[in-house]
């Protein structure tokens, strides 16, 4: 267990001389131990968030606890018998699915569905990373648009220099983003937009928050711009999940943040292609288990 948690399951194996079956079966032993004494029923607000384990269309759901900034839940699939496996894990480990007052989550329809099913006291947070990608997408397809397909893959087009936000930008960045909009004007409309959903974001109370995405909305209505236009259309809809989220300001912040050692989860887990493999390496890496193993170096 010393070596898992330092080094590859592969790694581990060679050096111990094992088959791969005998290694996951002690680790899978510990881990699942850890996890079933791991106490929950202090749990009040989680995280939904998802990520492949390997190629193709294999996923696992991530389940996060905010408060600790840490995972206690990893299941098979992004669906909602994935969120409900969970919330039934969830209750044997001493929690209460009822009594869970808030989720933040991506803007996922089958994730909506699997909350009010098996959290139906919590409130939905759409996490604000998730908000972003959706009107820096519409942006981008107005770069597209207006630059056409075969510039718009280029190196000059700028795209990654319209995903920097105007205060962090560099003054040659400036420079170069100032002629980039006065080529394209409709990208930098589009662009200003963004700038004005970052503003959003820095209220202070929910109230203003409010005024400030009415004014976003209505902008980007009346843009004649139809990506940004269909955002703001997903951004009404949703109105009430995005502005939860200046009631506690809970997100996927932590997760977003951990996605380097769910990479290197991933890279451990290597030569254990299996969705059980990885769950074992994410909880070795952010579960922030007590593991329970005899020490083999008492004091």
Not at 111 to 125: G, K
Request: net charge positive; with cysteine; aromatic share 10%.
């Amino acid at each position: 267990m010393l070596l898992c948690e330092h080094m590859s399951l592969n790694e581990a194996r060679q050096a111990l001389r094992v088959s791969r079956n005998a290694l996951l079966h002690i680790v899978e032993y510990w881990v699942n131990r850890a996890v079933n004494e791991d106490d929950l029923s202090e749990t009040r607000q989680l995280s939904l968030d998802e990520t492949s384990f390997k190629r193709g269309q294999s996923y696992v759901t991530i389940v996060g606890e905010p408060a600790r900034r840490r995972v206690i839940g990893v299941e098979e699939g992004r669906g909602i018998d994935a969120v409900e496996r969970f919330s039934m894990d969830f209750e044997a480990r001493g929690g209460n699915c009822e009594s869970v007052s808030e989720i933040s989550m991506d803007m996922s329809k089958v994730y909506r569905a699997a909350v009010d099913l098996c959290f139906p006291r919590a409130r939905v947070v759409f996490d604000h990373f998730h908000v972003k990608k959706m009107v820096l997408d519409a942006m981008d397809r107005v770069r597209q648009e207006e630059q056409g397909k075969t510039y718009a893959r280029s190196r000059q087009a700028g795209k990654k220099l319209l995903m920097i936000p105007g205060i962090r930008m560099t003054e040659q960045q400036k420079e170069r983003h100032a002629a980039i909009c006065k080529v394209y004007p409709k990208t930098g409309r589009a662009y200003r937009m963004v700038q004005l959903l970052d503003d959003f974001y820095r209220c202070y109370t929910r109230q203003e928050a409010r005024q400030v995405l009415k004014k976003l909305t209505g902008w980007m209505m009346h843009s004649r711009l139809e990506p940004m236009k269909s955002a703001a259309r997903s951004l009404r809809r949703n109105e009430e999940e995005i502005l939860a989220y200046f009631t506690n300001r809970i997100s996927n912040a932590f997760a977003e943040g951990m996605n380097s050692l769910f990479q290197a989860a991933k890279r451990k887990a290597r030569g254990f292609r299996t969705y059980e493999g990885f769950r074992i390496m994410i909880y070795l890496a952010v579960g922030k288990l007590q593991l329970s193993y005899p020490n083999p170096f008492p004091c």
